[in-house]
């Protein structure tokens, strides 16, 4: 059979022939015409349809909520808020200064010592190894002060602010160098003062003789005309300095450490007339600025003053528009109003917190204000946009460019802001000063989009992008955080008793709120009713021994070992059941219709149905529930040659897990802090047996009881100190953490007001797990000068990166008894 030949009925035949039709008419062309024309029409149309949907589910992912902001444009204006219009929110750098603006003019300190091998210090580097820096003291708001240590020599960073004119007021800092043994060879030292415009304003160079430069004067759109005084230095420098500066321009904030150190050239000093001797040292030559790069530049000044400790060296900023100035705010008069605002802020923290009342010593309690001072101290303001992701989005987008006002985890090594961590940090910030809670509040929640979500960390600006690794850049929009600003609103909502600032940020906020539970209702809700599952889990379940959950912000704590739809986290039904609390509160004070929150509220609390989606009687606790088997294990894959194959292309061993004993559902073994959230979170009843379980569980050394606080995973489990990777130590899986030991503390303080059988079970666990975190902590920052991100729970040493100054600061609540 042919081609052209057909099968019909088992048989082979051929069409029959047909005559060749007649020419069509004038009449038939036009309808054929018209004919093609609507259909190429409706065709382009459906295909234009199609590309135009595509394009708003690309864009939606970047497209903010349509609510007003709960925070005007001008709000961080020195119209609008003047106190806070300075400040230092450069949390990144060792210290430094900005506006709340999107275009800051830029100040910031280096030094550098010129002993041995020369060191140049900027910004904050765990590597620079220094023994200790942090505020002893900060308001949050008109002074600071902060101390140094580097290796032979302290530096005490100090600054306070006026109030005056229209733009913010004025500043002045002062620097004092001290060297750590005074009968020790003089130490000779840079200190490196710089102003940057950030790409808008101007800057110009006065010069006092040949040498030295004695201020700066210069404008912005924000500030208007000012000027940077440089005193000559003081404090026992005597005639040993030498000044130089350099005049260029810089490609970025995140460049201006390179700019420094490529102008940086042999020198010698100006010897003093009763010596005659000279010193070589490395000094900034303005003469030979470095080249540009890029095509945006930032204008930079730079004045570097080299001399011998001890010294101490002032930079005084004032705003043209300060008209009625009652002289310059340096030397006795920088110490008088410094010394006013260290004692306003001595009497307001005994005020608040009673410290002494409780038998702290002083020691302690500098302990806990520094704790405090270094939470409202490291705050910053961001700004610029996230890049973001969706299932609609082949390539990362950026957000709508965004201020942030924000506390952050880690000077060092998390200078930006983590949406699960604020709600923490907030928890203390609002105890001190809850302006600067609400503020932060506003800021985060009007970085929603259109569907309810927050990118869970904010990376804004390339100065902030320059400290992330690439593959933490990018946000998706379907990776939730814990809803942790609900627990800070519980706190502020407490008494449901709230100042006419905070109704005013509620009835702004109440819609973004609402879409905020929303979308976690609607994108990590579970199977069943009432339970919720954590998106963005690691699905390569080769590579890990039990696959990250970095959204739930435990990162590599044990889930089920296979990701699946049908696992059930506790953790976040428990996040729920607070926010549902906190929604229908809200609803309350607003005079809302707060039902649907109300009966969430009542179904989530529900300990009976709790216990039956997530209690495990052989685990004797709460657990996750999904597709798991305990019998995996990290292995080396040890790849062979084939035949022929020249040894060098086969591909180096690696650890691969291996899964003995296929998965299937049921409750993940895992004892540890996921189990403990229906506990922290207080959603048990007082006469609950399960909560006599679980704080027995708390108590048992054997599982995670320690003398310096409750450790994260058990020791009983299978995944206790295990490795999820090569190069991925445990994280989650046995440390002490000092957020989750905090809300354990609070969980056990409550328990112990409530008429119940485990009321003085509970009292006693409280008693004793405050002190053991109290003298850890205060032991180890006095013997390493750093709060930490974690504590080890064999030794109570600190570990991970330092200094971690966001949550483990909550130390200075659990002395307070601020719960």
């Not at 819609?511 to 994108?523: I, V």
Request: hydrophobic share 35%; charged share 20%; glycine share 8%.
């Amino acid at each position: 059979m042919t081609r052209d030949r057909r099968r019909h009925g088992g048989s082979e035949h051929r069409p029959p022939p047909s005559r060749k039709p007649p020419p069509p008419s004038g009449r038939e062309w036009s309808r054929v015409l018209l004919v093609a024309i609507l259909s190429c029409v409706i065709g382009l149309s459906a295909f234009g349809y199609g590309g135009y949907k595509k394009w708003i589910l690309a864009m939606k992912v970047a497209t903010l909520h349509p609510a007003p902001p709960i925070l005007p444009p001008n709000s961080s204006s020195p119209a609008a808020s003047p106190h806070l219009f300075w400040g230092s929110y450069r949390p990144q750098v060792y210290f430094g200064m900005k506006t709340r603006s999107p275009r800051s003019v830029v100040t910031g300190l280096m030094w550098l010592s010129q002993s041995g091998s020369p060191s140049l210090r900027h910004t904050c580097e765990q590597s620079d190894g220094l023994a200790g820096y942090g505020w002893l003291m900060h308001d949050g708001v008109n002074f600071g002060v902060q101390e140094i240590k580097d290796k032979g020599f302290t530096l005490k960073t100090e600054f306070v602010k006026r109030a005056g004119g229209r733009h913010g007021g004025d500043w002045s800092w002062r620097i004092v160098g001290t060297p750590d043994d005074p009968s020790a060879p003089s130490r000779l030292v840079s200190i490196l003062f710089y102003v940057a415009t950030d790409g808008q304003g101007s800057l110009t160079p006065h010069m006092d003789g040949r040498d030295r430069l004695s201020l700066v004067t210069g404008t912005s759109e924000e500030l208007g005309s000012f000027t940077i005084h440089f005193p000559k230095p003081g404090g026992g420098a005597g005639g040993h300095l030498s000044f130089n500066h350099l005049v260029t321009f810089c490609p970025g904030l995140h460049h201006i450490t390179d700019v420094v150190r490529s102008s940086l050239s042999d020198r010698f000093n100006h010897p003093a007339a009763d010596t005659g001797n000279k010193r070589r040292y490395f000094g900034l030559d303005t003469h030979h600025p470095p080249p540009l790069l890029g095509s945006e530049h930032s204008h930079i000044i730079i004045h570097q003053v080299t001399l011998y400790l001890p010294a101490q060296v002032e930079i005084l900023f004032e705003s043209g528009s300060f008209a009625q100035r009652p002289g310059s705010l340096s030397g006795a008069a920088l110490s008088t109003e410094f010394q006013m605002h260290k004692k306003n802020m001595e009497d307001r923290f005994r005020e608040r917190f009673h410290l002494e009342e409780k038998g702290f010593m002083p020691e302690q309690v500098s302990f806990a204000q520094a704790a405090l001072s270094n939470m409202v101290g490291g705050m910053g303001h961001f700004y610029g946009s996230s890049l973001v992701r969706s299932r609609h989005n082949p390539e990362p987008i950026s957000y709508p460019p965004a201020p942030l006002y924000t506390a952050v985890p880690s000077r060092s090594f998390f200078p930006r802001g983590f949406l699960w961590d604020e709600g923490f940090h907030l928890l203390l910030i609002a105890r001190w000063d809850p302006t600067l809670a609400w503020q932060s509040l506003a800021h985060w929640l009007d970085l929603m989009n259109s569907d309810g979500w927050i990118p869970r960390e904010q990376i804004l600006g390339p100065e902030a992008r320059s400290k992330v690794p690439a593959e933490f850049v990018v946000q998706w929009d379907e990776n939730a955080n814990p809803p942790t600003l609900f627990l800070s609103l519980q706190q502020l909502l407490a008494g449901e008793t709230v100042s006419p600032e905070g109704l005013q940020f509620l009835r702004r906020a109440f819609p973004r709120l609402q879409t905020w539970y929303d979308w976690f209702n609607g994108t990590q809700n579970g199977l069943l009713p009432y339970s919720y599952r954590w998106r963005g889990r690691d699905r390569d379940t080769l590579r890990f021994l039990n696959p990250k959950t970095l959204t739930s912000g435990l990162d590599d704590y044990p889930r089920a070992s296979h990701p699946s739809d049908d696992e059930r986290h506790v953790d976040l039904r428990c996040w729920m059941v607070l926010a549902a609390e906190v929604m229908a509160t809200v609803c309350r004070l607003l005079g809302e219709d707060g039902k649907r929150y109300e009966e969430s509220h009542v179904a989530l609390t529900d300990n009976s149905l709790l216990d039956k989606l997530h209690w495990s009687e052989r685990l004797g606790a709460y657990a996750d529930y999904g597709n798991h088997t305990q019998n995996v294990a990290l292995e080396w894959e040890r790849p062979r040659p084939v035949p022929g194959q020249d040894p060098r292309d086969v591909p180096p061993p690696r650890l691969i897990r291996v899964v003995r004993k296929p998965p299937r559902l049921q409750f993940v073994g895992a004892l540890g802090y996921v189990s403990l959230f229906p506990f922290l979170l207080q959603l048990l009843s007082p006469d609950s047996p399960k909560l006599g379980r679980l704080m027995d569980h708390l108590r048992d050394a054997d599982r995670l009881w320690t003398p310096y606080g409750i450790r994260s995973l058990s020791k009983s489990s299978p995944l206790f100190m295990q490795r999820n990777t090569e190069h991925d130590p445990p994280y989650w899986r046995g440390p002490i953490w000092i957020n989750m030991n905090y809300l354990v503390v609070r969980a056990l303080h409550r328990y112990s007001q409530m008429d119940g059988p485990y009321r003085e079970q509970a009292l006693g666990l409280y008693r004793e797990l405050r002190v053991n975190l109290i003298s850890n902590l205060y032991r180890q920052y006095k013997e390493s000068g750093f709060l930490w991100e974690q504590y080890n729970d064999r030794t109570g040493g600190g570990q991970g990166c330092h200094p971690f100054t966001g949550w483990s600061a909550l130390i200075a609540l659990v002395m307070a008894e601020e719960y």
